[in-house]
């Protein structure tokens, strides 16, 4: 089997303990099976830091899109609009999603590089008061840019308003208060910083806000109230859930644990991001990001002066001795990307840039 690391956001290298879990078929009937979903969504509370009865987890098949996509047609009533604070592909998705569906939504539009302002979100909301939810991305994984949330959200309760948060590239590996930062609905997936294998996403939801939206989604699958109420019940999943992803992710929650929680994986994936921009600049390679607003999950970076070679070529080089990349998303400038999330430590980093290393001086040879 080709063997490689994962530098990418998601799906991501997992361990070998929890690809293991995918080796057994589990009834999707069964109590224990069920059990194990209401253990997930028990421990997805603690690690946003809230409780019920105030907030309550629901898992969603399909990939984190699927997620976002459910809590967007199925909150967002036929009388709101949402008001979406994007820098990146992923916040302009939400958008995509809403044209679909026919959820009335207003973009605030920020460059790639820039976050999005709190100020210019409490205007927006001050001058349209038909605005009803507001919703933006937390790691914006087109750059690697970390989103001010808490600030944002600080507007937005003060107007009284919904708020809706993708965390999908960062929760598990960067503490996110939920509740203190009035989040109402955070959405995340299997496959990023818990480490787990694609399948599933999870949406954290305000308790109340959620029931109040019974009967309002526009979708059947992705209906996120029908979802919750049918796993309440007992942790039964409303259609075929994905039995094997649901066992590894289980695992992969208690791995996080044994790592040391949230704070411990932050710290690991932040040195390791570190290094990356180190290693790469000593090496003529141009963090796209200011410093100041880098996250800790995925870099984007602009080539070496007079580079006269192709993403391409790049990759095949760094795949055949062990590695993937990812090709570049910012819309203003000529990037490549490289996460540091998943089973990824120093060594990796350091294995990359030598690697990078002699990528170079061979093109410079040729
Ligand atoms: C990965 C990701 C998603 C979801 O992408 P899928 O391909 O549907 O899993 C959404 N938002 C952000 C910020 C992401 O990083």
Known sequence: MNQYKLLTPGPLTTTETV???MLVDHCTWDDDYKKITQTIRR???????????????VLMQGSGTFG???????????NDKVLIAANGAYGLRMAEICRHAGVDFVLYEQENFKIPEADKVAAILASDPAVTHVAMVHGETTSGILNDVQAVGQVVKQAGKTFIVDAMSTFGGVEIPVGDWGIDFLISSANKCIQGVPGFSFVLANREKLIASAGCARSLSLDLYDQWKTM???GKW???SPTHVVLAFARALEELKAEGGIPARHARYANNQKRLAEKLSALGFTPYLDPA???????S???????????????DYIKARGYVLYPGKVMEADTFRVGNIGEIYPADIEALATILETFLKEVAAA
Do not use: C, N
Request: no cysteine.
């Open 293 to 299: 607003v880098q996250g800790p999950i995925i870099t």
């Open 68 to 78: 976002v996509e459910s809590v967007l047609t199925s909150v967002v009533g036929r």
């Open 19 to 21: 690809k293991q879990e």
């Open 238 to 240: 409303r259609f075929t």
């Open 43 to 57: 421990t997805l509370l603690e690690l946003g830091q809230v409780t019920e009865p105030q907030y309550t987890a």
């Open 232 to 234: 309440e019940t007992d």
């Open 301 to 315: 970076f602009g080539y070496p002066k007079g580079a006269d070679f192709t993403f391409r070529q790049m990759y």
